[in-house]
């Protein structure tokens, strides 16, 4: 220890020596004297030259003493005395002698070892801190001794090879072989090397670590590519000299192939590598990359590095816990096993150090984890590498690692177990990751995306259990964060995550539960689902946790505000944390050790009996607040398990109340005391068991309108008004089937009872009426509707066959009472129905309109325009729009007349939610028709069946819910003015159910949903078979054929709906979507042995295929074909399907639609339903560009002289009606196809550029004929059609095109001037659309003319760039082309027209060229060129 302590000190005493070189050679010349009596008196040749040189030799543990002032002095004394002596060079064998005799004693051989220590004179202290090297270091600086001593030491270190620890605790092994390094100069390196590599082969491990850690230090650069092949081959035999060999290739200087080489021999071994060295290896393997190579080796890094084989299971994890807190002796073995989590922290520093100093390598990781295509394939090192990337301080390193990272988990690649499994075995390594994986978290809960959302929630959930109480902390402020933020999706994750980490680690929350409460101050922000999920939180952390006491209070004070505040909004929030409140006040406790379980105690009882006093006497002043309160019970009645004696008390006291105020005792005569006389109606009873009691409504809503018109004031107690019989009712019921386990027995009288109402002949008399009654009428319609739908809701599960038949005459009731409510409301202008969903915000009630819509022709401008006697074109087009309006006003008219009344999907929020459970009447068999009505009359009471209007019925309220729950609607942030309609109220109660449970019910229905859909096509088969094939017989019941066909219709939707879900996507709901899949290919084929996903897929699609020839309107096709496509997309292989798909897309389009009432399909409806339908089928067709042109040649030649009505034969759906819908789905998916054309580049094969110029000729030929159309359909809509997309494909053309003429002009001369010859008629058409556009003065037309004509003019300066670049520029000049109509008339009025400016950029008269000199111009000697000349000169005449 003393010597290293003086090493320390070499440089400053080596800085002072040269200058005392004189003073010290006169001492030590004075102590030779004195020392001589000392030394040994048979003095050899060694002994006497390093006494004269200035060193003195000791014996013993006493370390060599030099008095030379420095020891390059000592150095040339000795070299100068050996080549002096007369026996030169026999002298030097005798030094080595001497050497070698004196070394032969191992103390004096390791004095010779050590650094030797200055001679110091008596009482001098100067150079105390001068340090020197020991004597063989100083002797190996000697270039004639060097290589015998060398020779020397190699031969002595072997003696020392099993005993390398002398007493003292010295490696004399590793000290000779330091003396080697660091030479200033090697005599003889090679044998050096040589005897080196014979050592390498005989030596211990230790050894042979210590040698080849020290090669790169020893030998000189030339010979490290021979070394680094001898380690490369010693590599491969012995494992346990990796780290020592890859630490020695990491100092070698080596060429980029042998490199490569000995990266690959490493990477081979990777699997054999000891834990301990794998660090080492992956260092070395990324430090020795290069751009070019990087992704080749980390692909094969990733393949063979496998992490989660360096972790041990949990299972030895806490056993070893264990031992370790217990204070056992831990095994070496186990010690090695304990310290795997530090390795893979050594193994990803390494990672993450090889990226910081490689911008290829992050890009190579990147790209070698988006390779990845299996599920299976992924691993923990995915995740680790993409939080390194994140982690990194470079921009593009994050961005990628998000956008890999969402890429990957939004297909299911990167599933919940790999991130649940890299947490579990890496929570120390990703500790230091921790900013990076909180980031990302909230970049994926905030992402609009809904599949990745969830992943988010994961890395948070993982993120608090995983880590330490600040982790934690931050998780939750986080968390809390996310719920302010005001996004929907992002609120109710956060809050899904918090009611999460309550449920399992309440304890653990507690104490931050501060931050929770905090978000309290935020509720203005929050929905009543929000709100309730906030409460519920809130509530079992006061009542669950330590710190709970606190909570508590502060939660009393809160709601005890809201409930007392006058606003109902601030009073609604109360009343719903209250009974969140009450809920985890009395939830029922659980079993205790002794089995028992454990009720509630008198004091809590009692305050929970005060609160709910206090809800309910605050909720009286107003009957919303009142109807909210027993819905927000009811909701906590079936969602929470209470104690019997709070369910006890809720229930008899719901009971008593529902009784006296809403049911009555019928006597003999019912009193009128109100506008309408009172009837008895839908008593479903039978006529010798007549109803004694009936529910009171007519007369509860004449109360309620007295009430009003006496202008009451708010603090009434008796206030049970009609509003509050549905909620009401719902609380009783909910509460008789938690006290009578699912048996409403109790209340199954009023399923059948009879309703105070008025006779509904009225509503056809509906004009006569006064608005008061009009208002009252429509208020009881509603009211009624939900009192039958709340009964729908109570008695749909009930399996005895009488229930049965009621429920279904009620829903027979509900769909009769729309009718007429359609009917009143059509009468009843502003009239405002009654709320039934009283957790949405009262003042966002949007009001549907009732009035018939006004359409207003678009008058032109203002400005007077000179129309020219010649352009009698214009005044044709405005006619030709007139008419198109006229006839798209009689379209409307027609629609509108169709219609029964007004559309009630616009009311949708004023009737009560139905249950998802009401959607298993579905099951029931259909009822169809007069076809079979005779039939089926004697089964009527032995089946249930349902109706068509009742099936649509159903089937709505179905879609509407499908739509909401699997439909996944990006997230939106909240507006600064918050003025919006509520889109979640008349959901409430699907809002509690999962997606996963809604899909799941859902498939659980696919078996009667396939059923009415056979029963449809069955019905359209009869009818077609009994009509011969004609869709108008004289038999058909035109009423019946709507309903059928609307039924045929929903189905589709709905199927479309359930498998368009984003769940099927995910891993985790593939067994959900095989059993869905399974459905569909069961009603085809038995079941047989299990199929995989793609054979179930392609049975589906058989399956549906066989509705296509009873479709009844092009709607339903409409459907059908997006629903072939949805499902074929699950089979992994959805290209297999598109030719499938484009036939029946195309036999839909090639068929004549009718309707029942003999006429064409005609109307927006149709339209759209057509524009979607064409779009289909050229995205699924193999060459979109021949479908083009077939439509365009086959379909619209036949129309262009045909009649109004008339169709083309080969195209029935085209017609001059619906030409503006084929041309502009012709146009879009023209200009999309070329968009997909590869770019043109010099490297392609002739072959190639004929392939891609030949495509560019079919575009530019399709694009031309098109264009050409608009001089035949010149309306407004096509011509700004034409200008939209024509510009499009003119730019993609110059993006896309122009490089490949500029690579294949030389080659194929003649194609590219065909080429570009037909594109200019088509820039010369559209010049001409400018100038139409500028006399028609409409400026919907006028805002596309500066882009087009910039993208003109740019394409005539690429052209002139193209042949330039192809050495023909003299070819190029520049005329001016004179402006025309669409006719190819010029237009004479141009310059009164056109700006000054304008004016001033015309070419003089003189070099303008019209067609016919253009041709001529064509015959000149360069024909070739010139053809390209005069179509670029055209085309910046276009642009002028």
Sequence with gaps: MMRKRRSSTVDIAEKHAPSSTKAKRSRTTGRQSKVSAQEESTASVFSVFLREAGVTLKQGVTPNEIAAADQVVFQKRIQKMLQKSPRYPDIVQEFISGLESHIEDADRFRNCLLPCVPTLPEGDTSCVSSFHESLLRMLLGIDMLQTLIINTLLEKLPEYMLNSIDDAGLSIPRIIINQLKWLDRVVDCKELAAKLMELLSVAPVDVQRDIITSLPEILEDSLHNDIAQYLNSLLKENTQLTVAILDALSSLNLSSSLLTEVRGAVMTTLAAVQLEDLPVVVKFILHSVSASDAYEVVCNLRRKLELEQCVLPPVLQESQSRFKSKGAAVSKSTTVVCDSQDIVTLIVDAIKSAMRFQKALSEAWLKAIESVEELEDHKVIDLLVLFILHSTNANHSRRGAERVLKAKVRTGQIPEMLLQKTFQDNTEVLRGYFPSILALAQNLLRSPDPCVVPFGGHMYRHSFTAFDSYCQQEVVGCLVTHVCSGVGGEVDMALELLCGLVMENPSEVGPYAVFIKGILDYLDNLTPQQIRRLFHLLSRLAFRSQQGSHIQDDMHIVIRKQLSSTAPKYKRIGIIGAVMFIGSMGALKPKTKDNQKDSLSPETFRQLSALLELVQSSSETSPEASALYYDELANLVQTSTLDPQVQEKIGKRVLDDFQAEFVVDLGPKIQDSFSFPARVMYDLEEEETQAVIAVNLMPLLAKDVHSKAKQHNGDKKDNKSSLCLSPFFRLLRLCEEKQNHEGLDEIDALLGCPLILTDMDVVDKMESLSKVEKEFLCTLLFHTINWFRELVNAFCRLKEMEMKMKVMTRLQNIT???????????????????????????????????????????????????????????????????????????????????????????????????????????????????????????KKREEVLIGPAELIFLLEDMLQKLEFSLTAAPAKRRPFLKVKADKNVGFSHLQQKSPKDVAAFCVELLPALCLHLENCHNYFQTLLSENDGMVDGPTVDIQEHHLISSCCQLLLQVLNTIFSWFGFSQPGYRSLLKRALGVLAGRLKEEGPELNLELLVKHSLDYLLNFHSTIPNLSSALTLSQLLSTVAEKGGNPVAFKEQNASLARGFLTQQWMTVSGEKQRGNKFNEALQVLLSIYLRHVDDVLKAVEEITLEGFSQIINASKDESSAAWPTLSKQTFLVFFKVLMTELEKSVRRIPIGKSSDSSEAQSEKLLTWNLAVRDFHILVNLVKVFDSRSVVNVCLKYGRLFLESFLKLGMPLLDFSFKRHKEDVQNLLKTFQLSTRQLHHMCGHSKIRQDTSLTNHVPAVKKSLELFVYRVKAMLTLNNCQEAFWIGNLKNRNLKGEEILSQRCQESEEEEEEQQPPAQDLSEEEEQGYDTETLSKVNREENEAQDDTDESD
């Design 816 to 938: 009769y009472l729309q009718t007429l409510l359609e009917q009143a409301l059509a009468e009843t202008p502003g009239y405002i129905p009654p709320v039934a969903n009283f957790d949405g915000e009262s003042t966002d009630v949007i009001l549907p309109s009732t009035a018939a819509p006004v359409h207003k022709t678009k008058k032109s401008s203002g400005k007077k325009r000179k129309a020219p006697g010649k352009n009698s074109l214009e005044g044709n087009s405005q006619m030709e729009d007139k008419m198109e309006e006229d006839e798209t006003q009689q379209e409307l008219e027609k629609e509108k007349e169709a219609r029964h009344g007004v559309n009630m999907v616009s009311y949708r929020q004023f009737f009560r939610e139905l249950d998802m459970e009401v959607l298993s009447v579905v099951q029931c068999g259909l009822l169809p028709c007069s076809l079979l009505d005779s039939e089926l009359q004697t």
